[in-house]
């Protein structure tokens, strides 16, 4: 799953995790951000609705990244005014920065589960002290894979191998199509 299969998948147009507007769950979430200035990264951000959302709401210092070119292209053409410097195409494993929260938006599922612990630990070190991972997650198995699908038990152990404090309950906030299958999480550095 490098960038030419993800490429592949925007190209022929096989993108069901694509909802075309900002996470409900993530919207509830997004209160949690309380200073507009705070640092924000969201990996594997797709066509990036999340980041348009706040952008819109007055956060200016986002950051997005992801590994295939089509999603990015598309969120610069619907975003002219957001920096050309915090759209960044590339591998999120090998990202450097600094950021007071990191958004998850259906990039965990998408990546090979042996992957996750990894995932955790690039968050944890990518994050400022006192720094909030903020997400949204399956829970719920899927067939094959991607998406992978995990649960909140796994989830909580994952998370608490690594973070001060982690919190994840289901979602009320989901789409009708993901009620009762998503989790919200929230960690903290």
């Not at 909802?19 to 309380?34: C, M, V």
């Amino acid at each position: 799953m490098n960038s030419a299969y993800w490429s592949l998948r925007y190209q022929n147009k096989q993108t069901g995790w694509d909802i075309g507007e900002a996470s409900k769950p993530l919207l509830k979430l997004f209160e949690k951000i309380e200073n507009k200035d705070d640092k924000i990264l969201i990996p594997g951000c797709g066509n990036a609705y999340e980041a348009e959302y706040l952008f819109d709401s007055g956060y200016k210092n986002i950051y997005i990244i992801d590994i295939a070119e089509e999603p990015i292209l598309a969120f610069k053409n619907r975003n002219p005014n957001f920096p050309k410097n915090q759209i960044l195409l590339g591998d999120f494993f090998k990202h450097k920065g600094s950021y007071n929260v990191i958004i998850e938006q259906t990039f965990f599922c998408a990546i090979d589960p042996e992957l996750r612990p990894r995932y955790v630990n690039k968050c944890y070190d990518l994050l400022k002290k006192n720094g909030k991972l903020l997400g949204v997650l399956f829970n719920r198995e899927f067939e094959g894979g991607p998406p992978f699908g995990g649960n909140k038990k796994e989830y909580q152990t994952l998370f608490e191998n690594v973070f001060t404090t982690v919190r994840i309950i289901n979602s009320i906030h989901s789409i009708p199509p993901r009620m009762g299958n998503e989790v919200t999480i929230a960690c903290k550095k």
